[in-house]
């Protein structure tokens, strides 16, 4: 069976393979992400792309969530999802009065039944949302884009990422962006 391949909130950035979707200008489907239910079949994806695009998205906490549930219902098990967004401490993040949501690989963690069990066990206070909107979303992957300002307190350093965090919870723009690679569990 062929499956879909779906870059969501694409923009002017459209994937060759795959279907194209936005709310705005010229994409291959015309959708706003925030209508519920996405106008795809259950299990019918087996990648997504959201590339800059769900920091913009959930304003409220159940749209939010409503997203997540339709990218597990549309998904087959074992798909891939690649989330891309700025990172929260960045201009990037502050200069755009359309962001409205920080995204953490932390996070989306909370999204995992395992990582839910795993804090249950341990008594963690953490909200086990996979568990609340029975979904399972597991974080498989994440890389951390240094901003320019990294490069101009280390200029002649590789990236050391745990300096690189440590450094990020003291000063801003760092840390540029997250991207995340995620897996569906069905």
Same mark, same amino acid.
């Given at each position: 069976?062929?499956?879909?391949?779906?870059?969501?909130?694409?923009?002017?950035?459209?994937?060759?393979?795959?279907?194209?979707? %936005?709310?705005?200008?010229?994409?291959?489907?015309?959708?706003?992400?925030?209508?519920?239910?996405?106008?795809?079949? %259950?299990?019918?994806?087996?990648?997504?792309?959201?590339?800059?695009?769900?920091?913009?998205?959930?304003?409220?906490?159940?749209?939010?969530?409503?997203?997540?549930?339709?990218?597990?219902?549309?998904?087959? %098990?074992?798909?891939?999802?690649?989330?891309?967004?700025?990172?929260?401490?960045?201009?990037?993040?502050?200069? %755009?009065?359309?962001?409205?949501?920080?995204?953490?690989?932390?996070?989306?963690?909370?999204?995992?039944?395992?990582?839910?069990?795993?804090?249950?066990?341990?008594?963690?206070?953490?909200?086990?949302?996979?568990?609340?909107?029975?979904?399972?979303?597991?974080?498989?992957?994440?890389?951390?884009?240094?901003?320019?300002?990294?490069?101009?307190?280390?200029?002649?350093?590789?990236?050391?990422?745990?300096?690189?965090?440590?450094?990020?919870?003291?000063?801003?723009?760092?840390?540029?962006?997250?991207?995340?690679?995620?897996?569906?569990?069905?």
């Amino acid at each position: 069976m062929s499956y879909l391949k779906l870059n969501l909130g694409c923009g002017n950035n459209k994937c060759d393979g795959f279907l194209n979707v %936005d709310k705005f200008g010229e994409p291959d489907i015309k959708w706003d992400l925030e209508k519920f239910p996405w106008p795809w079949e %259950d299990n019918s994806v087996d990648e997504i792309r959201i590339i800059h695009v769900l920091e913009h998205l959930g304003k409220d906490t159940e749209t939010y969530f409503n997203i997540f549930k339709e990218i597990y219902r549309i998904s087959v %098990d074992k798909a891939l999802l690649y989330i891309v967004v700025p990172h929260f401490r960045h201009d990037f993040f502050f200069n %755009d009065p359309t962001h409205i949501r920080v995204v953490t690989p932390e996070s989306l963690r909370l999204f995992s039944k395992t990582f839910n069990y795993e804090c249950e066990k341990k008594r963690f206070s953490n909200s086990p949302l996979g568990l609340y909107l029975n979904i399972d979303i597991e974080l498989i992957g994440t890389n951390i884009k240094p901003g320019e300002a990294w490069f101009k307190m280390y200029p002649n350093k590789e990236v050391n990422v745990s300096l690189l965090l440590e450094k990020s919870k003291i000063y801003n723009n760092l840390i540029e962006e997250f991207q995340m690679k995620l897996k569906i569990k069905k």
